[in-house]
């Protein structure tokens, strides 16, 4: 049905912009077509004939359309290695610095959380990177990875650390190979050494006081989540993410998503195609 | 460190063919400042080629004119005499460099899409935050980087040691080349602009364009917007490099050169900005046609 549909420019502009300014996650040429393959299935749903109507009915007291265009447009799928800047980033950058600062300090420590973690696997994806990093030095490090959700189905299967080959697609065969074993055509368990990095528990991200355990952090992955909150749930979230953040400390939103427009401390460091925010 | 490096160099400088006539007094008139409509359509119309791709450019997504234009008249007339030279060193530069058939040469194509992203972003920077300096960018853009070409015409050994130098340690290609060779693409391509006798503006640019404050007050603030959208095309992968070091780019230099001149940039969304670059993306691949030949 919404194969092919179109918007025409002026319409898209002004979505794109109201999507913005109250999600930060920004539609460009690039992904234009995938607002457009969406778009066209709530316009239906809500019989607006056309954007401004939509933008209108979307303002309309007591409308629940806002969050229901949100759970449309954010890809809530998940997998290893998934979004190849972000991972270069990471990889390239983000774990040797981390490295390279705690072995200085002479700590031998990692502390990183994946906020909204879904099953678990950018939580996996981060430890097997520190593996890969660490070698042999791996086992005298103490890395913990709190991969939190406010979700108990996705923490259960988090915690099996069992994934289909699906949501491996985008590992590289010797990773598949190395750090999971094969339990049936179409099951894979990840190794233990990596599982214990990983740390699942409950977290409700409104939630200032539980979330301050998760402190010290040389890293917070929290994609794709803070578009689901108001402009001052939103303001207390990332307070508290920065707080929880070591001085020098990373912080990873969502591919499209910015915080312009949103008041705080962080520095905006643009990595190749990824944009991080350092303390 | 390479010894007797820089004389190697130099004397490279020397013996490269020399530039075409037409550029040559396209760069008379563009350092004049006050060209003549009649002298420069003469002058583009001796080059064929040179003509046919004005016309291309004037009528492509990067001018945006209102209309097709079909005669230099008319180009002239839309997008002014100043602008048209420089186009036409544009047009020029890349014959100019073409290596020697069968000459091994680091990947140019990669070279020169950076080169053009570059002066293209420098321009939609200007255009979108409103900043005064807005001719002669794609020129300058194209022309920042021009030392490493040099370098690569020299020794193409001791420079693919130097590019996987920034693949294998994450460094700049600056830090690489010092390493290596003990001088740096800046230095070295404004020496041949000098030769070339472009004006001062690019001369400086190819200089400074990783040391911003050395530029001259002149020329500082155009110096500073070609090294932004230098490091912004890197950021965005129109690049040429390993070099996958993040920046925060409101710290840098060059940022805050602009910034004093333009009080309102502090508050930009340059998150927003870089992103939403693709829109540059059918500009910068009609103009790679065009120095690609």
């Known amino acids: 049905m919404a194969d092919g549909y179109k918007l025409p420019d002026d319409e898209f502009n002004s979505l794109r912009e109201y999507i913005y300014k109250k999600s930060g996650i920004l539609f460009t040429g690039r992904n234009r077509f995938q607002l457009e393959m969406k778009i066209r299935e709530r316009l239906d749903k809500t019989g607006c004939g056309n954007i401004p109507c939509y933008i209108k009915y979307l303002g309309s007291p007591g409308s629940v359309e806002l969050n229901t265009l949100f759970n449309t447009i954010t890809v809530n799928e998940t997998s290893f290695f998934r979004d190849r800047s972000f991972i270069a980033t990471i990889e390239k950058n983000v774990i040797p610095e981390i490295i390279k600062t705690n072995r200085a300090l002479g700590f031998g420590q990692v502390r990183i959380w994946s906020a909204a973690a879904s099953s678990g696997e950018e939580a996996y994806t981060i430890a097997i990177m520190l593996a890969e990093q660490l070698k042999g030095e791996l086992s005298k490090w103490s890395v913990r990875i709190f991969a939190t959700d406010i979700n108990d189905d996705v923490l259960k299967a988090c915690r099996t650390g069992i994934y289909s080959s699906y949501s491996m697609r985008n590992a590289a065969p010797d990773i598949r190979q190395r750090y999971f074993r094969q339990l049936d055509s179409d099951r894979y368990e990840i190794r233990d050494d990596i599982k214990a990095m990983v740390i699942p528990g409950k977290c409700n991200l409104m939630d200032t006081e539980g979330s301050k355990k998760f402190n010290k952090l040389d890293l917070l992955l929290i994609r794709n989540v803070l578009i689901y909150f108001d402009a001052e749930s939103k303001k207390k979230v990332l307070k508290t993410c920065y707080e929880n953040l070591k001085p020098g400390g990373h912080m990873f939103l969502g591919h499209s998503e910015t915080l312009f427009g949103f008041d705080n401390d962080f520095k905006l460091v643009h990595f190749v195609n990824a944009v991080g925010y350092r303390k | ?293």
């Open chain 2, 1 to 293: 460190m390479l010894e007797n490096f820089k004389d190697k160099i130099q004397s490279l400088i020397e013996y490269l063919p020399p530039i075409p006539g037409v550029m040559n007094d396209l760069i008379k008139l563009l350092n004049a400042g006050n060209c003549d409509v009649r002298e420069i359509s003469d002058l583009i119309e001796k080059d064929p080629s040179l003509s046919v791709n004005i016309l291309r450019i004037a009528n492509s997504a990067f001018y945006g004119l209102p209309y097709k234009v079909s005669s230099l008249q008319q180009a002239v007339n839309l997008i002014g005499l100043k602008e048209l030279a420089s186009l036409c060193m544009f047009c020029s530069i890349g014959p100019a460099l073409k290596p020697p058939a069968g000459m091994k040469t680091i990947d140019l194509k990669m070279f020169w899409r950076h080169s053009i992203a570059t002066g293209i972003i420098a321009k939609i920077f200007c255009r979108e935050f409103s900043i005064g300096v807005r001719e002669d960018l794609y020129l300058a853009g194209l022309i920042h980087d021009i030392g490493k070409i040099i370098i690569d015409r020299s020794d193409h050994d001791v420079y693919s040691e130097v590019v996987r130098l920034t693949y294998d340690n994450n460094v700049s290609i600056g830090e690489a080349e010092n390493k290596i060779i003990g001088e740096s693409h800046s230095s070295i391509g404004s020496w041949l602009l000098e030769k070339w006798k472009l004006p001062r503006m690019f001369i400086e640019t190819a200089a400074y364009h990783h040391s911003v404050r050395d530029a001259s007050e002149e020329h500082r603030e155009l110096v500073a917007v070609v090294s932004l959208a230098d490091q912004i095309a890197r950021l965005r992968g129109f690049g040429f490099g390993g070099d996958m070091r993040g920046t925060i780019i409101n710290e840098t230099e060059a940022f805050a050169i602009v910034r004093d001149g333009n009080p309102h940039v502090k508050d930009i969304d340059l998150a927003g900005f870089v992103m939403d670059l693709d829109r540059a993306d059918s500009e910068i691949s009609e103009l790679e046609k065009i120095i690609n030949g």
